[in-house]
């Protein structure tokens, strides 16, 4: 059981750490010469331009923005609930709020990884000025940690769910 308690946790410390890196790291739209993500745009490794409302559709970044931060403070929300109802639950009850709250994450996380695939496109062509060196990229590590913590998250919130308490 010991076992069993210590892959949860491990598992869940994991899902923060993918997330906390797609959020913070500069690599969701990479290249040879740039790397851009939801917070910046950078050419030659130095010359870094911060996205603000100056930037056309940075309405649609910003929802990437928030719903990342939030799934990644609704993890860490979620462990500490789980450690929370670790000592207060009774025997054989579900850790079900940890679970709602860790699904929470999941479905945020989902959505920015989802609002940045679909409109990447639209705002690299939008504000060409700005994007004009990032027409040749790839999706970048950071964009597949998102849909990795995604994925991480889910499974997390359905053994939290499936999980019941015991001595």
């Given at each position: 059981m010991l076992v069993l308690l210590a892959f949860i946790i491990v598992f869940h410390i994991t899902s923060a750490a993918l997330l906390f890196v797609a959020t913070i790291d500069n690599a969701w739209w990479v290249g040879e010469e740039f790397f851009a993500d939801i917070w910046k745009v950078c050419v030659n490794n130095t010359?870094?331009?911060?996205?603000?409302d100056s930037v056309q559709d940075?309405?649609?970044?910003?929802?990437?923005?928030?719903?990342?931060?939030l799934s990644t403070i609704l993890c860490?929300?979620?462990?500490?609930?789980?450690?929370?109802?670790?000592?207060?639950?009774?025997q054989g009850e579900r850790f079900v709020l940890t679970s709602i709250i860790?699904?929470?994450?999941?479905?945020?996380?989902?959505?920015?990884?989802?609002?940045?695939t679909d409109r990447r496109k639209d705002i690299h062509e939008k504000n060409e000025e700005l994007y004009?060196?990032?027409s040749g990229g790839s999706f970048g590590y950071s964009f597949i940690l998102a849909w990795v913590a995604f994925a991480?998250?889910?499974?997390?919130?359905?053994?939290y769910?499936?999980?019941r308490k015991r001595k």
């Open positions: 010359n870094c331009t911060e996205l603000n940075f309405s649609t970044v910003q929802a990437v923005q928030a719903t990342m931060i860490c929300i979620a462990f500490l609930i789980f450690l929370l109802q670790l000592f207060r639950l009774k860790q699904l929470m994450a999941c479905l945020c996380v989902m959505i920015a990884a989802s609002i940045y004009a060196q990032t991480f998250t889910f499974i997390s919130g359905l053994m769910l499936i999980l």
